[in-house]
Structures are given as C-alpha cells and as structure tokens.
C-alpha cells in the first residue's frame, strides 16, 4: 500500500498513524508517478485539485484553467490528500468511509 501525501499535513499523518506497512510518498519532494496521477484522475476527476488550498488560492486564472494532470505535476501540493493505492484500488481523503474500507 502507497499513501501520496505531505509529511506536513495532519490528514497524512493521521492516516500513516493508522495504516500498517504503507509506503509513504511526499509528493512535494518526489511527485506522484504519472500512471498513478493518470488512474487518479480517471477515478476521482476534477475532486483530486484541492481548490480550497492557499496553492490554489496564489494561482490566476490563466494557470487554473489549465489541465488537472498538468496543474497536479507542476504544483503537487494541489492534490486532494492523502491519495492511497491499494494494488489496484484508490481511495482519497481520510474520511471515515475510507477508514472503514482500509481497516483490518
């Protein structure tokens, strides 16, 4: 199991608590695998951008207009986190129905 995600954030660090034997991928130092960014989007779409984010809140309209591959690989801490890959399975966010479904 591979949790993306910010070694700054309290969601990531929460579910890294809670997750035995994960990987942890900081993509703010080593980026998300454009496979894994590619399978995010076509599950998640547009939920993956955290448009509530002070990264998203600095850019001008010109540079959000832009595609959500491109924004997410250019500024990685526009990802909706934590994003965890479970072999052929994503879940996003650390709501309580992720929990449920990664629990045990």
Same mark, same amino acid.
């Given at each position: ?37 590619? #399978?995010?989007? /076509?599950?998640?779409? !547009? &939920? $993956? @951008?955290?448009?509530?984010? *002070? ?6 309209? #010109?540079?959000? /207009?832009?595609?959500? !591959? &491109? $924004? @997410?690989?250019?500024?990685? *801490? ?27």
């Amino acid at each position: 199991m591979i949790l993306y995600g910010l070694k700054s954030c309290d969601t990531c660090r929460a579910a890294r608590k809670a997750l035995e034997n994960i990987d942890f991928i900081d993509v703010r130092d080593d980026g998300v695998p454009s496979e894994v960014l590619d #399978a995010a989007l /076509a599950q998640f779409g !547009k &939920a $993956l @951008l955290n448009t509530r984010s *002070t990264t998203w809140r600095g850019l001008d309209e #010109a540079e959000r /207009a832009r595609p959500e !591959k &491109a $924004l @997410l690989q250019d500024h990685p *801490t526009l990802m909706k986190r934590p994003l965890i890959v479970d072999g052929d399975r994503m879940y996003l966010g650390w709501a309580k129905d992720v929990q449920a479904a990664l629990a045990g």
